[in-house]
Each structure stands twice: as structure tokens, then as C-alpha cells.
């Protein structure tokens, strides 16, 4: 190799939001050409071209970045031109690695277009980088969160039942009359599906097997074959196969009642943004298919375990059902609101969970010696009850309504940040006032008529059942005793108390006895809290 002669490679990089603002991998070309023009003991020993890859891909990440940080290893160039160190990439930190593996590898870096060939020079110039990527996103993020809130699409992948209408700032998710399957459209596919779980009562299994016996595709074998010219392609092979978990995934959705909720999948603490589109199913039947799963997650299923009192316990704080599992061979029972974050209050309920032997020994012993002498099971409870688990029960409610009223003035800021912010315009800001104004209304209203519901009895049973289950009672399997108590419990409420320090457990249990047999003590009670 000749002395005189250094060999150089020339980089080249522009991201695609570059690409929008008119800048090209051709301009980066001609300013490179002039500079080697001022500089002939330079040979060009290969052009590398990222051409629409982001400065936040590592440079071992990209098309052409990978070959060059390779090539360098071996000698061939002793010079890395580029037109600015922003094109090795936008992190200070990356800049300032790369810098040191390049020059530990001898190979200098040029930028044409500014001075980085002193060490403070580079270092600010890194600095620079980063501090324009971040001035980048955030524009960027500020002009989707615009556009959501307009309801426009913001790319990504298109829900079932959707298309894209119209390109850029005037793109909109609308209803998709696309055929997926003979006589269907993708938008009946999803109004079919909404109407299997909210109306027949369909559990999100049967569903799915319904599809697949009907060959009906998934959203990804659609995209996979009727989107090639559309946004949000999808890049990975699955099955194809609908599962009990994506039927899920898709009707509790909220862009099928035409309410997208940009944001609701981040990773990060971020607001999310509502907006409208046009739908594809009433509210209506969208809140009745969440009641449906409501109800089918109190089932047990693929377990050949009984709890005893699955579906009767109610959570005081968030009025979500407590479910059972096992733990260290052991029945318990938690909070739903404590697994996930859902229900009425901000955040995992923090009532606790309790182990059940306890609980389910109180509770099947006062049915079974009921079933067997009511009249004097009666008189006896009439005798010993201290208060009435009804009251304590509406109690348990008055404090889970009281913790939703307080999340309102909340909720208020939020939006009225959003406002400030320059993210919803003031009609929606006026929409999501007035419906936190009706939402806090019904649960005022909800607050008000709970000293009227303390009098309400619960609803009668049939004399002739019980006395078919009285002459069944002795040889009772675990599944006929639970099916025994959900229809003699009216609900048990959980309520987390503190006594001397240390927090304890309260069941108020509320049975249906009262309104089964007279007694001549007058209205019979419940037995005390467990």
C-alpha cells in the first residue's frame, strides 16, 4: 500500500424522519465528493449507506454499520469520513465508545461539515447530537399525541374489523369492509365475535373454537395476505390458530366502541390519549361483553380443585370478587383488584389475602346445621347477632364509593393538563369533563341509596329445592357443597382492619336464611362476622 495514499471509508446516514425534511443520502454523497476533491491523496475504499435507519440503532445494529465496524479490524481504511458525527449516531455515550474503539483500532474520524478533530471538539459535538435527538422526540412525541388525540392513525398495527382511510395528516381508522371469510366482512367478523360473548353468553374458548372450525383467519394470517400495500405489516410467522387469549385480547379493546386509547400498550408511565372514531359496536354491548368475562373469570376452569367459596367474597375496598388458588397446600383467597390494576380504585386493591380453611369451616357449618334445624338455628343466631352483616356490608360499600369520589378531582387534573398541554382540543376537554361530572353523579346517587338497600333482603329460594337438598345432605362431594353455599351466601365482604398494630382479616357474611322459612322471632339475621 502506498504511504501516500490513505484509504478511506465513507459513511453515509439519514434517518426517515431526515428523509421527510428533504435531506438525502445524495446530498451527503456530493458533500463528501467535494471534500475528497480538496483531498487527493484520499482513495474511497468502499461507500457505506444506511440509508432511513434512526442514529438510536446501535451501529452494530445496521445494514451498513456492521460491515464498516467489521472492515475496520482488519486495516483497509485508516479514515472514517462522514458529513457530521451525528451520522455515527445521536446517544453521547455510543459516540464517545465508538470514538475510542476507532482510534484504538487506528482509524481517524472525519466529519466534512464540522470540526471534530480534537477530543473537546468531538465531545461537544456529541453532546450536541444527543441533545438534538431528544429536542426530536420530543416534537415527535408531542405531534402524536396531537394527532391521537384527533383520532387520526399514528401507524402501527390495524386492529381487526379497521382499515386505513387516507394518507399522512388525514389518515383514519374506519370500518373495514374487506371480506375475510364468505359472506363476512373483517368488520362482521368483529360485530359476530361481541355478539357471541354479550349476547349468547359465549365464553372466549368456545369462540375461539368456533373460528378455528370455521377456518375464519386470524388477524395476523389477514395481514399477512390482504395488507401488502397497507401500514403496520406485520414481520413475524405464528400459528394462525385463534386462542382463548387473543379473543380476550380483542374485545376488551375499547377502539371497538370507537374509543382508541393511545398510549394504553407503553412500556412507559405516560398519559393515555382518548379519542372517537366511528365504532363497531355499541357501548352497550361492549360494557355487556366485559360483564360476560366478568363472569366467566369466576369459573373455575382446567382445575379439578373446589373452593367452597368461589364467587360469594366480595372485596370491601374495591368491590371486585375475591378467586382462590392454591398456596403451599392450602386454599386461599385474593383480591382480583390486587393481581391486576382494575376496578374502581387507582392502583392494586391493598386488601389482603387470606388462607380459607378458617372461613369455609364457619360457613359450611352454620349451612349445614341450618339445613338440618333451621327453626332453632334461627332463634339461636336472632339471639347472638350483635348488628346487622346488611348494614356492614353496605358499610364495606359506602367506603369503596366514598374511595371513587375522592379519584374524581384526579381524573380532572389530568385532563385539564392534557389541555394546557396542547394535547386535546377544548371540546374534548368539555366531552371528558362532562362525563367525569355524570360518573361522579351516579356514584353520589349510587352513595345515597345505600341506607335503602340495608333493609333489602335478598332474593327468596324455593322451598321444594331445599328440601330436596336436605335429603341429600349426608355423602355431599366438594362440588355439590359449593354449589350448596353459593346458593345460601349472599356475599361475604372483606375488610382489612388494624387492631393493636397488626392487620387482621373481617368476613361480614351475609346469608340468604331470613327469607327462606318464617320464624316467630319476626325478620331473622345473619350470624356475626367470621
Not at 386492529?159 to 362482521?188: C, H, N, Y
Not at 367459596?309 to 385474593?334: A, F, M, N, P
Not at 349445614?368 to 348494614?391: F, K, Y
Request: net charge positive; glycine share 8%.
Amino acid at each position: 500500500m502506498n504511504d501516500q495514499v490513505r484509504w478511506a471509508a465513507c459513511y453515509l446516514r439519514v434517518s426517515s424522519e431526515e428523509q421527510k425534511e428533504r435531506q438525502s443520502i445524495r446530498n451527503q454523497e456530493e458533500s463528501i465528493k467535494k471534500y475528497l476533491a480538496l483531498h487527493p491523496e484520499m482513495r474511497v475504499y468502499k461507500w457505506y449507506r444506511d440509508d432511513g435507519v434512526s442514529g438510536s440503532v446501535p451501529i452494530a445494529e445496521r445494514p451498513a454499520g456492521r460491515p464498516l465496524a467489521e472492515d475496520s479490524l482488519h486495516g483497509t481504511f485508516s479514515v472514517i469520513i462522514m458529513t457530521r458525527a451525528d451520522r455515527l449516531g445521536r446517544d453521547a455515550v455510543d459516540l464517545l465508545l465508538m470514538r475510542q474503539v476507532f482510534t484504538k483500532r487506528g482509524v481517524q474520524l472525519v466529519a466534512v461539515e464540522e470540526n471534530i478533530e480534537d477530543e473537546f471538539s468531538y465531545d461537544i459535538r456529541a453532546v450536541i447530537a444527543a441533545e438534538d435527538k431528544r429536542r426530536t422526540l420530543d416534537r415527535l412525541w408531542r405531534g402524536m399525541n396531537r394527532a391521537a388525540a384527533e383520532g387520526r392513525y399514528c401507524g402501527g398495527i390495524v386492529p381487526l374489523g379497521f382499515m386505513v382511510e387516507g394518507f399522512q395528516k388525514t389518515a383514519r381508522l374506519v370500518p373495514s369492509d374487506r371480506i375475510i371469510r364468505a359472506g363476512w366482512t373483517e368488520a362482521g367478523l368483529v360485530k359476530n365475535i361481541y355478539r357471541w360473548l354479550a349476547v349468547d353468553g359465549w365464553s372466549c374458548r368456545r369462540i375461539a373454537q368456533e373460528l378455528n372450525a370455521l377456518g375464519v383467519p386470524t388477524a395476523y394470517q389477514k395481514d399477512g395476505r390482504l395488507l401488502k400495500d397497507s401500514r403496520g405489516e406485520r414481520t413475524k410467522r405464528t400459528q394462525g390458530i385463534w386462542r382463548p387469549g387473543r379473543v380476550r385480547n380483542l374485545v376488551t379493546n375499547p377502539i371497538y366502541k370507537g374509543e382508541p386509547h393511545y398510549g394504553r400498550r407503553s412500556g412507559k408511565v405516560r398519559d393515555i390519549i382518548v379519542a372517537k372514531i366511528e365504532g363497531l359496536v355499541s357501548e352497550e354491548i361492549w360494557d355487556a361483553a366485559q360483564e360476560t368475562l366478568a363472569r366467566n373469570r369466576i369459573i373455575a376452569k382446567n382445575t379439578n380443585r373446589v373452593y367452597l367459596l368461589r364467587s360469594v367474597i366480595k372485596c370491601g375496598l374495591c368491590g371486585l370478587t375475591y378467586s382462590g388458588y392454591w398456596d403451599r397446600g392450602q386454599v386461599r383467597y385474593k383480591c382480583n383488584g390486587a393481581l391486576v390494576e382494575r376496578g374502581p380504585i387507582e392502583g392494586r386493591c391493598p386488601n389482603r389475602s387470606f388462607y380459607g380453611y378458617h372461613l369455609e369451616d364457619v360457613v359450611w357449618r352454620d349451612v349445614e346445621v341450618w339445613l338440618r334445624n333451621p327453626g332453632d338455628v334461627l332463634d339461636e343466631l336472632t339471639s347472638e347477632i350483635g348488628g346487622s352483616p346488611a348494614a356492614a356490608a353496605a358499610e364495606a360499600d359506602r367506603l369503596t364509593l366514598e374511595r371513587v369520589l375522592k379519584s374524581f378531582s384526579s381524573q380532572r387534573d389530568r385532563v385539564l393538563d392534557l389541555y394546557r398541554r396542547e394535547l386535546i382540543t377544548f371540546e374534548d376537554l368539555q366531552s371528558q369533563l362532562g362525563k367525569i361530572a355524570d360518573e361522579q353523579k351516579g356514584v353520589e346517587q349510587r352513595l345515597a341509596t345505600l341506607d335503602e338497600e340495608i333493609d333489602t333482603a335478598p332474593a327468596p329460594i324455593s322451598p321444594d329445592l331445599l328440601e330436596e337438598i336436605r335429603a341429600r345432605l349426608d355423602g355431599l362431594d366438594d362440588a355439590r357443597r359449593q354449589e350448596i353455599v353459593s346458593l345460601l351466601v349472599h356475599r361475604i365482604v372483606i375488610r382489612t382492619e388494624e387492631l393493636d398494630g397488626e392487620k387482621r382479616v373481617v368476613a361480614v357474611v351475609e346469608y340468604r336464611f331470613p327469607r327462606v322459612v318464617s320464624s316467630s322471632t319476626g325478620r331473622g339475621s345473619s350470624p356475626p362476622p367470621a
